[in-house]
T-cell receptor
Framework: KNQVEQSPQSLIILEGKNCTLQCNYTVSPFSNLRWYKQDTGRGPVSLTIMTFSENTKSNGRYTATLDADTKQSSLHITASQLSDSASYICVVSPNQAGTALIFGKGTTLSVSS | DADVTQTPRNRITKTGKRIMLECSQTKGHDRMYWYRQDPGLGLRLIYYSFDVKDINKGEISDGYSVSRQAQAKFSLSLESAIPNQTALYFC????????????FGPGTRLTVL
């Protein structure tokens, strides 16, 4: 069964610190992997999209990595800010036309001052 | 103006009532989606449409129906609402297949009493 598992479920860090969120997936064949940020009460917003042939993609202070062999991805946040407090969702796209995306349950990040 | 809009943003209704949630987009995308989000479960796909004449069931379509009135409009109906349909509902759009990011609306918070 195609699944996307994220860890940790929640995380609290101090402002200015770095953190790394993990995503493991069993989706095969696999087309691409995305990371979304969802602020409380709002819709998810795309941070990065990587195909199976890419192993890193950056968007400002956000850097996503992908290891297609081990089916693992991580999202690294550098120099965290209060505005980074949100849920981060890993989403995998199966490599089958018309197949729906598979969403992880998300990691809730809280950045405190 | 927002690219993907949803109406209403909040709705409280009673068991058995018919409810329609509406989604409009100005992105010119052919593909539109309806998701629901429940605490601890992540986003789950209800229905999706790849163009005006195309409607497909998602993971959890029972109890829901949709209508794609035009390229820019995709509505979700609950014919007879029940309490376990209380959730946050998101509309999303995308273009050119799975590689493209999905753009989410702001969500509709539905409560069924």
């Amino acid at each position: 069964k195609n699944q996307v598992e994220q860890s940790p479920q929640s995380l609290i860090i101090l402002e200015g610190k770095n953190c790394t969120l993990q995503c493991n997936y069993t989706v095969s064949p696999f087309s691409n992997l995305r990371w979304y940020k969802q602020d409380t009460g709002r819709g998810p917003v795309s941070l990065t999209i990587m195909t199976f042939s890419e192993n890193t993609k950056s968007n400002g202070r956000y850097t996503a990595t992908l290891d297609a062999d081990t089916k693992q991805s991580s999202l690294h946040i550098t120099a965290s800010q209060l505005s980074d407090s949100a849920s981060y969702i890993c989403v995998v796209s199966p490599n089958q036309a018309g197949t729906a995306l598979i969403f992880g349950k998300g990691t809730t990040l809280s950045v405190s001052s | 103006d927002a690219d993907v809009t949803q109406t209403p943003r909040n709705r409280i209704t009673k068991t058995g009532k018919r409810i329609m949630l509406e989604c409009s987009q100005t992105k010119g995308h052919d593909r539109m989606y309806w998701y629901r989000q429940d605490p601890g479960l992540g986003l789950r796909l209800i229905y999706y449409s790849f163009d005006v004449k195309d409607i497909n069931k998602g993971e959890i379509s029972d109890g829901y129906s949709v209508s794609r009135q035009a390229q820019a409009k995709f509505s979700l109906s609950l014919e007879s609402a029940i309490p376990n349909q209380t959730a946050l509902y998101f509309c999303a759009t995308s273009d050119l297949g799975n590689r493209e990011a999905q753009y989410f609306g702001p969500g509709t918070r539905l409560t069924v009493l």
